[in-house]
């Protein structure tokens, strides 16, 4: 992990950014504010501000942020000025979901391979992919030097395959399984499921 | 929202414990500790018992938590001991992923209907749905009195979808598109966009 000391608080917003700054590209704008940004986000001008100075000077009072040079500057604060490739191991629905997702171009990855142990998926096509056997998958990894994995099998098998993932080298897992996985320091794990996102509403609700 | 204070953070934690204990109990156990169970989430067991103290006296120190009773009491708190109807608009590959997802069960909640504004898919089959034309959405809501909503559509069309799902009634969204919505104050909006969680990530990846 990285030393300086900045809160993952801090971090964990700096996508949400990077992705109305995006948006704001692509409807061909130029400049934005702190303002701006915080309304379409939901979070204070001042939070904004205060978020984006520990990583420098990006905008001047007054004049706003110039969109194309902080999306390039959050990009490299993020990695993401690269091209992450992401094996995928399960190819049931949410495999096939992930494998065909266009939402990941210049977000900065890339699916490379879908992997199944279901014989009857291997060999498959799932858009421009053909399903591998999961008994590849650490050879595959390796071979491929891949960083970055996501986890689209039932609960009952996540932790092996995450098990097999930290032995290839895996460094960061998107886990999609709904069940909580252990993991060694220096490899992190995010999760999807959403019945969590929901409960986290229906409290709220009436 | 409810006029008592406690903070949202706690709230956002509720769902982790019950899906953990909820396996617990799929594994046939009958009482756990808020050791365990932090060392299966990664969080503190002082922040659990925390946590768990805002809502009440659900185990004892040295005997732990009784794990029916207590699946059971955070169900009521976050009012998933009722099933909840869901609608999904946006019969595409996360839609179709989503209608046919077996996690829901068990968890509070059933997509009770696809929508989609293509005619192309309106009429067609996704499990036991038949996906119905978004035309009917406002009206199918209204009639059904259903409070949940996913959003799985592509990001230029998603704002017009949550003004439609607002007008109807619709009280939490989960979005799927990959872009910032705005609602009125009351209606709650959960995010899941992977690039986001991936991009959480790299940053730390070295």
Chains 1, 2 share one sequence.
Do not use: C
Not at 1 to 9: G, H, L, Q, T, Y
Not at 100 to 111: D, E, I, S, T
Not at 143 to 163: L, Y
């Amino acid at each position: 992990m990285k030393s300086n000391a900045i809160p993952d608080i801090i971090i964990s917003r700096l996508p949400l950014y990077l992705r109305s700054l995006q948006r704001m590209q692509e409807e061909n704008r130029k400049v934005t504010s702190s303002q701006e940004l915080g309304e379409r986000l939901g979070i204070s001008a001042a939070q904004i501000r205060k978020d984006l100075s520990q990583f420098g000077e990006f905008g001047k009072q007054g004049t706003g942020y110039k969109i194309d040079y902080l999306i390039e500057q959050l990009s490299k604060i993020l990695q993401v000025d690269q091209e992450w490739d992401i094996v995928v191991v399960g190819a049931g629905d949410i495999g096939n979901a992930v494998a065909r997702y266009r939402g990941f171009r210049n977000r900065g990855f890339k699916v490379k391979m879908i992997f199944d142990n279901d014989q009857s998926r291997v060999g498959t096509e799932i858009d421009a992919y053909i399903v591998k056997d999961s008994k590849n998958l650490i050879s595959y990894i390796v071979d491929n030097n891949i960083k970055i994995a996501m986890i689209a099998v039932p609960a009952s098998h996540a932790q092996e395959v995450a098990n097999q993932l930290v032995e290839a080298g895996i460094k960061a897992i998107l886990n999609y399984a709904p069940i909580n996985i252990t993991v060694p320091d220096g490899v992190f794990v995010q999760y999807i499921d959403p019945s969590i996102h929901l409960q986290r509403m229906t409290y709220y609700l009436d």
